[in-house]
């Protein structure tokens, strides 16, 4: 990265130059590992929320408090605010025994969602826009070759 100027060892300092010279985001299909990020752009007031590909680090928000945007590593933290509700989503809460985790975007809670994998967010000033950023590429499988019998005369 040439150019740059790194002020700190932390691993969002490369997330955050990288962004800078592709401010699509088409970086991060090419990060490997797992992350939650957020990042905030003061010259294009940008907000970017990206979770990893396999969604291994959890990245919550919700848009259920008027005009503000909440996130977080965990539901906890959404919760702190006052205004955010706690009712139950029935259908969220039908998945924890029926899966081994919930299916994002769902979570148990109404009005919180789970940023799915693969995917980000960009939130300006009155807009949330969600993106797949990576999918998973199955190959398609070859057709079965149907087999052949040989009959033998006994």
């Not at 088409?26 to 990893?52: H, I, K, P, S, W």
């Not at 503000?68 to 955010?84: D, M, N, Q, R």
């Not at 259908?91 to 009005?111: A, K, Y």
């Amino acid at each position: 990265m040439r150019g740059h100027v790194f002020r700190t060892r932390c691993d969002i300092e490369v997330l955050a130059h990288l962004l800078e010279e592709d401010p699509a985001a088409g970086v991060l299909a090419n990060l490997n590992g797992q992350f939650a990020c957020a990042l905030y752009d003061l010259r294009t007031e940008r907000l970017l929320l990206a979770r990893d590909h396999f969604g291994i680090a959890p990245l919550f928000c919700t848009t259920a408090v008027g005009d503000t945007f909440l996130f977080g590593s965990e539901i906890k933290a959404i919760l702190e605010h006052p205004a955010v509700g706690r009712e139950v989503d029935l259908l969220g809460l039908d998945q924890i025994p029926t899966f081994p985790g919930l299916v994002s975007p769902r979570t148990m809670f109404r009005n919180i969602l789970s940023l799915e994998p693969g995917h980000l967010l960009e939130v300006n000033a009155g807009s949330i826009r969600k993106r797949e950023y990576w999918d998973l590429v199955y190959p398609n499988a070859a057709e079965p070759q149907p087999k052949r019998l040989r009959l033998r005369r006994a």
